[in-house]
């Protein structure tokens, strides 16, 4: 004799299938729970390392193509290249945007390019996306360009520039949640031109204002009295320009310590490192890239340039609007730069070194 199967048992084993046959069939859009733990690839060029790729596990073939064209593709060289990094705040990208296009450039050959992050749910914000195609940019090229898959902010600063080996390229990494001075090109070509050379700097900040990384004492850091610009050890990443030599160095190193799961962070007195470890307690490391560029800093002394404008006028400002790193703040960090001084082009030898507690070392 058979037993009748209950109605809600067939329709509760149809569910199960038809989900099974779902995820089957979405595998390549599942996303990594935790985006820190991504790896990515080192892409040379004759021995030399040129940018890094990330490594997406993908069974279809129209992903893997466009990741492939996404990030193995070579362009020319430009005097500068402005790369906006974004995800899904559409009238941040279009304030920060319209002031570029303010600013002065001569007669360079510039490129800006926009760069959309996907949700972890591999969609791209719809208004973000038809903001970033809608502009115009009057001084040179431009591009709008998606991330195939969900990178994250490690993904974002780590794989959208390619230095060629040797390159004489500026590119500058901007944020969506910034503004720029219409001189913030100007001051990077005198900065570049007079320090990239120098073996211990490793970038220029536009920011004007930041604060004392020291645990001891996280208050507003001040620049040297009379000193334009000063060397600092940690990085400002509201506007960032690295110096293409070294920061192919930092790739390089990166792709190879990231994958060591239980590589320690730890910079001695730095309140960056406190803030990492809570994260890891808390599983939010994904949010954090730049304590690897601090650390690498710390263990081959390099510095950032800053600026020191009076009043902490800035080539950059931030909003700080709602996103990873702030809530509910909506208000700018320092005032931009408005006007620019035949003085600012005498730039000192020797910058003075400052270190985390705003101490004057040299």
Known sequence: MKTAIPSYLKLGSIFVICMCLFVYLNWDTVPPRNISYMNFTVVREKGNVVHLVPEINTTSEQVYKRITE?????????DLRIIVVVYNRAQSLTRLLNSLNEAEYGKDFIKLEVWIDRSIDQ????????????????????????HPRHVGIYGQWLTTWKPKINSSEIAVILEDDLTVSPYFYKYLK???????SYPDV??????????????RDSSQLQGPKGSLVFLYPVLGTWG??????????????????SRNKDYQLNVPGNVVSDWYRQFQREGKTSSIWSIWHIYYAWKNNEYTLYSNFEGHAGLSTNWQEDGLHYLNIRKT?????????????????????VDIAGKVIS
């Open 333 to 353: 960090t320092n005032i931009l730069l408005t006007e620019w001084k035949p003085e600012y082009e005498i730039l000192p030898d020797k910058p003075h070194h």
């Open 240 to 257: 960032f320009s690295p110096n293409p030599k070294k920061w192919i160095k930092f790739l390089d190193w990166f792709a190879v310590a």
């Open 70 to 78: 996404t990030y193995n593709t070579r362009d020319r060289e430009y």
């Open 190 to 196: 005198l900065v570049h031109r007079k320090y990239d």
């Open 123 to 146: 969609m791209i914000d719809s208004l973000t996306l038809r903001s970033a195609n809608e502009f115009r940019f009057k001084h040179g090229q431009y591009s709008v360009i998606q």
């Open 202 to 215: 490793n970038g220029y900040a536009l920011q004007g204002s930041t604060i004392k990384h020291s645990v």
